[in-house]
């Protein structure tokens, strides 16, 4: 790593703010949404902004993609190592560094044959990420911010969105740059490795209304408001644990199906007890603006509360910082050959602490979230994104 000068701390706020300018009209955006609430959504592309020509930084302390603001398109890809060792390591490594510090910069891969797609970048980000059982069977110390993720017992796992070695996170704002680079990537590690899985994500480009933080859901939620903001990072997101994890963080990837035909049955005002927040606003029910901060203790004129103890924001809730999580939701929708469609959520969380945030979070809702009866989790995986790289270093390298 370079600056050597600064603290890990100073080097991950610096880096989340590189990341962030980045985006160009997007850090303004960004950094007023802090300053008026206390909550900032991922999502701040407006439909008017032409995003095609912003790249987002590659190299840095962090990978991007995860500070980064949400793009509109995503591709998770979970990839297994062919030969499992250090050498493949260094190799895939070498080769998604290369790739990614093109790609992202608006120039095509090396023997890219259509290196004219990639001069939109769009934001284009690739993030890579390992798994648990794949760094033990290398020999690797596990760091202690990346326990094992249990099972939940609403969990109805699918075996076809399980855990993978790898994950490569990929996002754009061009659906047609973000399809070239998760070509040109699967192309050039072709021989290394064997895909498992591609889990692609979309999300509004614009927020739910005029104004507003954060976009909707398929069930028409207001989804992504309540969020660490970027000067809560380093205490939420990147681990700092004097391994060789530091600058990196856990991604917990579930996918959510959503019970569509059972949530149309019921009324709006059903749907927003479920949640405990407006359907039209994505305020809480104790409020009446999309930033207000919920107030779990109000009752109402029965003496119940305006939040039920179920609904889903209030078991969700962290009450601290060390409890929270980095929520980075993607919208999904398979269509089946019997002309049905699989959709819901990509829930994408990052932590520096699993154990602190996302585990006890995840079995509160799995005991009594009002919701489990319109959802269904079918899929699971978790990865240590690794920490960023500067030029002339390979994503990986830490683990050498
Ligand atoms: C399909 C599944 C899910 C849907 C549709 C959903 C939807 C929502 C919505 C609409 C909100 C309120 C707006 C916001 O702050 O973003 C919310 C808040 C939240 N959700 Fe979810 N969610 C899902 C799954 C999960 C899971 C699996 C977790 C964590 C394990 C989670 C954690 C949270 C948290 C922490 C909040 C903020 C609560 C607060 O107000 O403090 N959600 N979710």
Redesign the pocket.
């Known amino acids: 790593m370079t600056d050597k000068g600064l603290t890990r701390r100073g080097l991950f706020a610096i880096g989340g703010a590189a990341i962030v300018g980045g985006a160009g009209g997007y850090a303004l955006a960004g950094a007023h949404a802090q300053e008026s609430s206390p909550v900032v959504s991922q999502v701040l592309v407006k439909a008017s902004d032409n995003t095609a020509k912003v790249k987002t930084p590659f190299y840095g302390a962090l990978q991007a993609g995860v500070n980064t603001p949400a793009q509109v398109y995503t591709k998770f890809i979970g990839i297994n190592v062919n030969d499992p060792s250090k050498d493949s390591i260094e190799a895939i490594g070498r080769i998604m560094t290369d790739d990614a510090a093109r790609l992202t910069q608006g120039e095509g891969a090396l023997g890219d044959t259509e290196p004219e797609i990639a001069a939109n970048p769009a934001r284009l980000s690739i993030t890579l990420g390992v798994g648990r059982e794949f760094i033990k069977n290398l020999g690797i110390s596990v760091p202690a911010a990346f326990p094992a993720i249990p099972a939940f017992k609403t969990d109805a796992l699918d075996e076809q969105w399980g855990q993978s070695d790898l994950v490569v996170q990929i996002g754009s704002d061009d659906p047609l740059t973000l399809s070239h680079a998760q070509r040109m990537v699967t192309k050039d590690l072709s021989t290394l490795t064997t895909t498992a899985w591609v889990q692609s994500g979309f999300l509004s480009p614009t927020p739910a209304f005029d104004g507003g933080e954060?976009s909707r859901?398929q069930?028409g939620?207001?989804?992504?408001?309540?969020n660490p903001n970027l000067d809560q990072y380093s205490e939420v997101v990147w681990i700092e644990e004097g391994s060789w994890a530091d600058g990196g963080t856990v991604l917990i990837l579930?996918r959510?199906r959503?019970l569509m035909d059972d949530w149309d049955i019921l009324d709006r005002s059903a749907k927003e007890i479920v949640?405990g927040?407006s359907l039209e606003t994505?305020a809480p029910l104790t409020g009446t603006k999309e930033s207000d901060v919920?107030d779990f203790t109000e009752l109402d004129n029965q003496g119940l509360p305006v939040i039920p103890m179920n609904a889903?924001?209030r078991v969700?809730?962290?009450e601290t910082t060390e409890e929270m999580?980095l929520?980075r939701p993607y919208n999904y929708n398979v269509e089946l050959t019997d002309g049905t469609n699989d959709m819901?959520?990509l829930?994408a969380?990052y932590t520096k602490d699993p154990a602190q945030s996302?585990i006890p979070?995840?079995e509160r809702?799995a005991q009594s979230d009002a919701?489990n009866k319109w959802?269904t989790t079918i899929g699971s995986a978790a990865y240590l994104i690794l920490p960023g790289v500067s030029d002339g270093e390979f994503l990986g390298e830490v683990l050498l």
Not at 221 to 226: E, I, K, P
């Open positions: 954060a859901n069930m939620q207001v989804d992504g408001t309540v579930r959510i959503m949640v927040t994505g919920a889903h924001i969700a809730h962290a999580i929520r819901g959520l829930f969380a996302f979070m995840q809702i919701m959802v």
